[in-house]
C-alpha cells in the first residue's frame, strides 16, 4: 500500500539550532516528493519538490531536503531555525507520471521553536 | 485575488443540515480536489476532478457528493452533517506531473 510516514509528530528546536524532519514513504515507483507548510490559520505551501535529478533539493525560506533511494526517505532540512519557521510540515508523495496527480500526504510534524 | 478561494473561512452548523464548501480558482487547472485534515492524521482525499464531467471518490468520501460546475468551480456537499464531519477542509488545484498542488486557504467547520 501506499503511505507516507512523518515519524515526529511534535518536535521544539531553539532558535538558531539546526533542523531535520524525517520522511519515508512506502511507493510502487520512485514517485515525486515534495513538503509543504502550513502556518496557524493559513492553507499550505509548497517548500520544495524532488522528481528527478539532483537529489539534494532546494527550497524556499531556506530549506533543503535530500531524496535517499536506498532508504526511500526524503528528509527536510535547516541549517538555522528563524522563529517565523514554527509551523506544521507535511511531506507528500505522488505519482511519477500523469494521471490524475493525487498526492499523499503524511501526518504531519509540527515544529516548535524557542527564542 | 486569491488563486483558490474557499468560501465560507468557518461554519458551524447543526447535526443533520444541508451544507456546502464552494472553491473556486484562477489558476486555470483542469485538475481539483477536496482533503479534510484532522491532527494526527494529515490530509485525506474527500473527491477529485480531472475536467467537468470526471468525478473521482477519494479515500473518505462517504457523506460527501461533490460538484464541478465549471473548470474553475468544485463544491463540496455534506448531505447530512454529523459531528464527525467537524474538520479542516482544503480544496486544491493541480496542472499535474511534478508541479503539486495550490491549496485554498481551507474551510473550518464544526457540526454541533
Known amino acids: 500500500a501506499q503511505s507516507v510516514t512523518q515519524p515526529d509528530i511534535h518536535i521544539t528546536v531553539s532558535e538558531g539550532a539546526s533542523l531535520e524532519l524525517r520522511c519515508n514513504y512506502s511507493y510502487g515507483a520512485t514517485p515525486y516528493l515534495f513538503w509543504y507548510v502550513q502556518s496557524p490559520g493559513q492553507g499550505l505551501q509548497l517548500l520544495l519538490k524532488?522528481?528527478?535529478?539532483?537529489?539534494l533539493v532546494q527550497g524556499i525560506k531556506g530549506f533543503e531536503a535530500e531524496f535517499k533511494r536506498s532508504q526511500s526517505s526524503f528528509n527536510l532540512r535547516k541549517p538555522s531555525v528563524h522563529w517565523s519557521d514554527a509551523a506544521e510540515y507535511f511531506c507528500?508523495?505522488?505519482?511519477?507520471?500523469?494521471?490524475?496527480?493525487?498526492?499523499?500526504f503524511g501526518a504531519g510534524t509540527r515544529l516548535a521553536v524557542h527564542p | 485575488d486569491a488563486d483558490v478561494t474557499q468560501t465560507p473561512r468557518n461554519r458551524i452548523t447543526k447535526t443533520g443540515k444541508r451544507i456546502m464548501l464552494e472553491c473556486s480558482q484562477t489558476?486555470?487547472?483542469?485538475?481539483m480536489y477536496w482533503y479534510r485534515q484532522d491532527p494526527g492524521l494529515g490530509l485525506r482525499l474527500i473527491y477529485y476532478s480531472f475536467d467537468v464531467k470526471d468525478i473521482n471518490k477519494g479515500e473518505i468520501s462517504d457523506g460527501y457528493s461533490v460538484s464541478r460546475q465549471a473548470q474553475a468551480k468544485f463544491s463540496l456537499s455534506l448531505e447530512s452533517a454529523i459531528p464527525n464531519q467537524t474538520a479542516l477542509y482544503f480544496c486544491?488545484?493541480?496542472?499535474?506531473?511534478?508541479?503539486?498542488?495550490?491549496f485554498g486557504s481551507g474551510t473550518r467547520l464544526t457540526v454541533v
Open positions: 486544491a488545484t493541480s496542472e499535474g506531473g511534478p508541479y503539486g498542488y495550490t
Open positions: 489558476k486555470g487547472h483542469d485538475r
Open positions: 524532488y522528481f528527478s535529478g539532483d537529489t
Open positions: 507528500a508523495v505522488g505519482p511519477p507520471r500523469g494521471g490524475y496527480n493525487k498526492l499523499i
